[in-house]
């Protein structure tokens, strides 16, 4: 989960972090009210947006008047950002921080990183920040300073030393920056962050050391004992469907392939998404319902999966170890009665009460098509999609059209049932 640079610095101030004077506005009325409360000549007007390099794509405006201020917010305030991040449809400014313009007389970078392999969090710095880091970093990669942190004792004031020094700061401005290091590194760890970036970090022409612009990332799997960062989240800034599906405890990526995958587990959605691609078709989603999917659940996994316009087929891959492949079949059985599914459905269940699942999707009379293993259901995905070529006009908004009769070529009305010859469960 990311957050705005505003909620971000707001964190981190609470850690001894020191940022500029600001406030974050809605309004252009408010953005001169902030410019006002904050006092001072200059100040500058940033877009928030959950992306970097926003200063390249002209989001962050200097203003010497409150009537810049007033400019800066009504020309950002409710138009959409396109920065090198954020991919060709950009993302929607609905809030501004306005800040007081520092004058700055050193730009530096520090980042704080899970490293993974090592397990360990490393902090990373380097002595020319700003918005050419990333260029600065492949040009000279030797200049990149790390300290990693030894998780039991946590950052030392004598790592925070070395990295201040090794960025070239002179000692008035090595314990403010070491300060800003352990401030930045118990946000961190307190507050269950991935990634905690601070890009620039400052040096102002009178020596003052301070974070310019913080970006912060946070592990998806902690927020449900981090309320107050939970509250920061910004749907605006998610992808749409990705944000439905996390309402609903569903893992959803989009993808461009237009099989739909509604599966439960991770490790098997993965799998899945391979074979379909074996047998020559493309995924449009992964989704993963988890292990106790409920008919609720796989109803909205089903909406989901349908919002995407592209989807010409679905495959249900259900693998039943503390869930009931009983349970899950009625679950499909009456998702698919709440939401009209109107491309071909494959399902493949296995595991606990399989035959009792495939009875019941049997006797539901609503045109399934079953598999036994995987690869089969893969095969009959991928078949079933190629024989209803892909027609934009036919494919209805979801839940408020009658799915259609199955064309003949799929095997009419009524369960196709596999071959129980068929190899096993994969
Ligand atoms: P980003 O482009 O999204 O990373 O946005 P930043 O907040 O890092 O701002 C980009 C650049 O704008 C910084 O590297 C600075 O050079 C400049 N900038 C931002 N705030 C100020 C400020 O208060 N004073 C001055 N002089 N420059 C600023
Ligand atoms: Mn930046």
């Known amino acids: ?67 810049d201020v007033r400019r800066a917010a009504k020309e950002l305030l409710g138009t959409t950002l396109v920065t090198m991040q954020t991919g060709p449809d950009g993302l929607p400014v609905h809030r501004v921080l306005v800040e007081e313009a520092l004058p700055i007389a050193r730009e530096l970078y520090v980042g704080l990183v899970l490293d993974r392999k090592r397990e360990r969090i490393v902090v990373v710095a380097h002595p020319h920040g700003g918005m050419e880091i990333e260029e600065i970093a492949q040009r000279e990669p030797e200049a990149i300073l790390r300290e990693v942190v030894e998780p039991a004792v946590g950052m030392q004031a004598f790592q925070a030393r070395e990295l201040a020094f090794g960025l070239g700061l002179a000692p008035p401005q090595v314990s403010q920056a070491v300060a800003i290091l352990l401030g930045a590194y118990r946000a961190f760890r307190e507050l269950d962050a991935t990634m905690v970036e601070v890009n620039p970090l400052v040096v102002t022409a009178d020596g003052q050391v301070l974070a310019l612009d913080v970006k912060m990332s946070f592990d998806d799997n902690a927020m449900f004992r981090r309320p107050n960062v939970v509250e920061l989240r910004d749907y605006a800034q998610e992808d749409p469907r990705e944000a439905e599906a996390a309402e609903h405890g569903l893992n959803y990526v ?80 009456q998702a698919v009665r709440a939401v009209q599914v109107p491309v071909p459905l494959v399902v493949r269940l296995a595991g606990t009460n399989v035959e009792e699942g495939r009875r019941i999707l049997s006797e539901s009379g609503l045109p399934i098509i079953t598999a036994d293993a995987l690869a089969e259901a893969a095969d009959r995905v991928v078949g079933a999609r190629r024989s209803s070529p892909p027609d934009p006009l036919s494919v209805p908004e979801r839940g408020n059209v009658q799915s259609p009769p199955s064309p003949a070529g799929r095997g009419g009305q009524g369960v196709r049932t596999s071959n129980a010859n068929a190899p096993g469960p994969v």
């Open 254 to 333: 989009a993808l461009d392939g237009d099989i739909g995958c509604i599966i439960n587990g991770a490790g098997l959605a993965m799998a899945t998404m391979d074979m379909i691609k074996h047998a020559g078709g493309e995924p449009a989603n992964f989704l993963d319902i988890g292990g106790g999917a409920s008919p609720d659940r796989v109803a909205a996994a089903f909406r989901l999966v349908l919002s995407d316009k592209n989807v010409r087929a679905i495959l249900v891959n259900v693998f039943a170890g503390i869930n009931r492949c009983d349970w899950v079949a009625q679950g499909v059985v």
């Open 1 to 67: 989960m990311d957050i705005h640079e505003y909620q971000a610095k707001e964190l981190l101030a609470g850690f001894g972090v020191r940022v500029p004077k600001g406030g974050v506005a809605y309004s252009a009325d408010q953005a001169v009210y902030r410019a006002t409360e904050i006092g001072g000549s200059r100040w500058v007007v940033k877009a928030q947006i959950h992306s970097g390099a926003r200063g390249k794509a002209g989001g962050i405006k200097l203003c010497a008047s409150d009537v």
